[in-house]
């Protein structure tokens, strides 16, 4: 059973940057994908970043492109979620989740880690 824990969120000001890391424990495969998705109250949660566990592609959507970086150590089991440029938009839970390749069905969801940016 694959387990997944958020950690580094915190309080930013506008402009400024956080890294959030997702530990992933329990067995993944070669077609795993883990994805950054974030929530506000009363909105759906959003798609952010994707990356293969295996290869290593990626994905953003367009509202955090340039600014954020999605990243994995795969010897430390963990995908990291680099936010610079912060924006008080960005503000939101962030969750780590895992689903298989071409599938947008999530198998595993981390417990979530609050960001908050202040303007």
């Known amino acids: 059973q694959v387990q997944l824990v958020e950690s580094g969120g915190g309080l930013v000001q506008a402009g400024g940057s956080l890294r959030l890391s997702c530990a992933v424990s329990?067995?993944?495969?070669?077609?795993?994908?883990i994805d950054w998705l974030r929530q506000t109250p009363g909105k759906e949660r959003e798609f952010v970043a994707a990356?293969?566990?295996?290869?290593?592609?990626?994905d953003y959507a367009d509202s955090v492109k340039g600014r954020f970086t999605i990243s994995r150590d795969n010897a430390k089991n963990t995908v990291y979620l680099q936010m610079n440029s912060l924006k008080p938009e960005d503000t939101a839970v962030y969750y780590c989740?895992?689903?298989?390749?071409?599938?947008?069905?999530?198998?595993?969801w981390g417990q979530g880690t609050q960001v908050t940016v202040s303007s």
């Open positions: 329990g067995r993944t495969f070669r077609w795993s994908v």
């Open positions: 989740a895992i689903r298989r390749t071409g599938v947008k069905i999530y198998d595993v």
């Open positions: 990356i293969a566990w295996s290869g290593g592609s990626t």
